[in-house]
């Protein structure tokens, strides 16, 4: 193989894309757009409702409305003067959304109440009400019991749980467990997508050159293999270049939005509170700053990123080199995006569960690896024997796969006329 001409085809590959209007527009677009978006998933989050839903209590016990109207005064309305026909009235005629009939019963043979509402205020406003029910519920059952205010505040109380990491040597350090947790998968679908995007750029690029004959022109003066390795070598340098503006640009844009959603986070300190308390009650961990990423995790990310890459980059240019036309591939394209859904699913599972027998078994098959590895590192210490044979195994499987997309590639780029099947393939590997 001549180096010097599988750089020429790197050269050709990286300069004329990265010059294109489509990478200069998503180079551009993606990061602005990312911001964008969890700009105003952020406000969505914590801006406040100007929504206010009225649940009428007809109490007949005379004993809950008022710890519930104490609770919340907008929301919790005392109708036990009313009928139930007055009530089924008001709701039908919207001018409340829904109302409750509290009984002795519901007290004392714990008989499940009963919302009669229109439908609207959906699961946060159905949440809210049974949780203010139980509390108050509880409340009112331990009063009829006579019991102390101690013990009645011991039932109110809800202990919490902080986790700490103890090291091998020793050290105890803080739990980011939540937090890696989401970069794991973050990385792991960052990988499945890069895969798709930059594995279909190839494919498209190599169908590119067949119709327009420019193939035949490339390999008068270059190898098969020597344009293969070029075109994936060059692509896989144009992903590198995009990804590194995008990294840079979001790191950049979040240093500069920081103070500012800082400050607009301190004017929401109710919203804050709430947030806190879903949290105390939920046993979801509420992130307040963001941890530390070891450059450990970040160097096993470039590493899965490029043999993942390099894995399935030579499929897809096989693939292409084998059909006239994006749509002729969609027969070949199964076995490819079969293995990668596969990995997908299983970093679910990874990011649940990183010592689970499928994300282990998973994160070491080479097909899956690429995804589902760098997710369990994220999340937990997994052993270095894993993880090096993870990439060893891939290695291997990639020079497998090179050497048989080379010999249909080889066939491929100079066959026109149909696409080819399966079989057609077999017969180019055995040539």
Known sequence: MNWRQVFLVLKREYLTRVKSKGFIAATLLVPIGFIAIYGIGILVVVWESDVTYQIGIKDDTSQIVSNLHEQSPEQYLDYSDLSIDSLRTLVQTEEITGYVHIKEENITENVPLELIYGGSGGMTLLASIRSDMRDVFRQEQLRRADVSQEVQDIFATRITMDTRRLSPEGEETEDDTAFLSGVGFVMGFVIFGAIFGYGGYIMRGVIEEKTNRIIEVITSSVKPIELLTGKMAGVGALAITQIGIWLVTLVGLAMLAAPILSSFMGAQGGELAAAESMAEHTDIPLITSIPTIETSLIIYFVVFFLLGYLLYSSLFAAVGSAADS????????????????????????????????????????????????????????????QIGLS?????????????????????????YGSSAGFKDLFKWIRQ
């Open 326 to 385: 994006e749509t002729d591939t969609q027969q070949l394209m199964l076995p490819i995006m079969a293995p990668i859904f596969i990995a997908y699913f299983i970093l679910f599972q990874s990011s649940r569960n990183p010592e689970s027998t499928i994300s282990v078994v998973g994160s070491i098959i080479p097909f899956f690896a690429p995804i589902v590895m760098i997710s369990r590192i994220a999340i937990s210490d997994v052993p270095f024997w």
């Open 391 to 415: 990439i060893f195994l891939m290695v291997l499987t990639f020079m497998g796969t090179m050497w048989l997309s080379a010999k249909i590639y080889k066939v491929g780029i100079l066959s």
